[in-house]
């Protein structure tokens, strides 16, 4: 995601990463992102991650189901050698041109 400078407006870059990135079982780096509507893990999820959440009481899970994604630093956007990249906003329509550091989950 990045900001409009004109106006203000939050939007998509288009910049994409798998899904599995944001599973794997290494735990060291990790980054927390902000809650979004798209960031919601699934029960599978976090088995994938390994995480035990059959012993988990039912009201934790939902709890740590509904927090902001994690995902390995290796994988932040911002270290990410993504430049002259543009877009059009959702809201102005005013063209976006941004570099990777200007992005942000």
Request: hydrophobic share 30%; charged share 25%; aromatic share 10%.
């Given at each position: ?27 060291s780096s990790w980054i ?37 994604i994690t995902y390995p ?33």
């Amino acid at each position: 995601l990045t900001n409009c400078k004109t106006c203000g407006q939050v939007n998509p870059t288009g910049i994409n990463l798998p899904k599995t990135n944001f599973l794997e079982k290494e735990h060291s780096s990790w980054i927390g992102a902000n809650r979004n509507s798209w960031n919601r893990f699934t029960d599978d999820d976090l088995r994938i991650k390994g995480l035990l959440i059959e012993k988990w009481d039912a009201e934790s899970l939902e709890l740590y189901k509904d927090q902001g994604i994690t995902y390995p630093q290796k994988y932040d956007v911002k270290e990410m050698n993504i430049k002259n990249s543009s877009i059009y906003c959702i809201n102005c329509l005013e063209e976006i041109h941004f570099d990777a550091t200007n992005c942000f989950l």
